[in-house]
């Protein structure tokens, strides 16, 4: 794939790696936009390269991921060596921006919170398959997880968003 | 878990899905960022590495003008004595170091006239 292919799919699946990342910065807009553009960077350096193995928007989200992980580490490490100003809350901050929360709705509020009550592997799963629309078996690729595993946790983690949103309902 | 659950899940995350579309940042600026942050990279690749070839350089070049700088030394200077120096004076030293003298023959006198011949 050339360079300018790569651009041209980059700003194709764009919007679907923002909510990606948005998702993996547990809904931190301002991180998510950090996670991204170091992701586009690693692919444009050349860091990340894609070999064909899966689509493009497998490998493509995997590297977010990746990214995502590594952000975090360093978010991580900065805290435990007190580099961040004093004052800076650790818990993302989940509201959108004011455009979006003028969009948003309560139905997305409440699945906002209740994908936030759910351990992490689920949470991503049942992102990759309902939001990103990916199969099982995709999802379970960009997780680098096997398809067994990636099963028992999306049926898991349907259930458990199902109760949850059953449970904030009136 | 029936189809209509998951068809309302589905429906829930479409929803997201549209409102997180709309709010997300224009690809373009998110690709300049990233293209300024590489074009950033490479001069700041180059000068560490030049620095740090420095500091090897540097290193090494002292180190050698240490290692063949002569020694500073006189040992004509001072007098130096070794902590078992005193194992080597062994008992009569004084006579291996000093030669006995023997006097000249002119100082030397015989008594010639009380020789006597006591055997025949």
């Known amino acids: 794939m050339t360079r300018d292919e790569l651009l041209q799919q980059l700003e194709v699946l764009h919007p679907d790696c923002f909510g990606w990342a948005m998702s993996c910065c547990d809904g931190d807009r301002e991180e998510a936009g950090d996670v991204l553009h170091n992701a586009y960077a690693t692919i444009l350096d050349g860091r990340a390269q894609f070999n064909g193995r899966s689509s493009t928007r497998t490998w493509l989200l995997g590297v977010i991921r990746m990214t995502a992980r590594a952000h975090r580490r360093r978010r991580m490490l900065r805290w435990l060596r007190w580099e961040r100003p004093l004052g800076t809350t650790d818990s993302p901050d989940p509201s959108p921006d004011p455009a979006a929360a003028a969009e948003g709705s309560d139905e997305r509020a409440q699945l906002i919170g209740a994908l936030a009550k759910l351990p992490g592997r689920q949470r991503e799963l049942l992102h990759l398959v309902f939001y990103q629309e990916l199969s099982i078996s995709e999802a379970a690729d960009v997780l680098a997880i096997s398809l067994g595993t990636a099963r028992t946790h999306y049926e898991r983690g349907k259930q458990r968003l199902r109760e949850l949103l059953g449970a904030q309902r009136p | ?120």
């Open chain 2, 1 to 120: 878990m029936s189809q209509s659950d998951d068809k309302e899940l589905a429906d829930r995350f479409a929803a997201m899905r549209r409102a997180e579309r709309a709010a997300a940042p224009a690809f373009a600026n998110v690709r300049a960022r990233a293209i300024r942050r590489r074009s950033l990279r490479a001069p700041l690749a180059i000068g560490l590495a030049a620095a740090v070839a420095a500091i090897v350089i540097g290193v090494l070049a002292s180190r050698n003008r240490v290692e063949q700088a002569p020694v500073g030394i006189d040992l004509r200077a001072g007098s130096w004595t070794g902590p078992t120096d005193f194992l080597l004076d062994t008992p009569g030293h004084w006579m291996l170091r000093d030669l006995p003298e023997i006097a000249s023959p002119s100082s030397m006198q015989f008594d010639t006239t009380s020789y006597r011949r006591t055997s025949s």
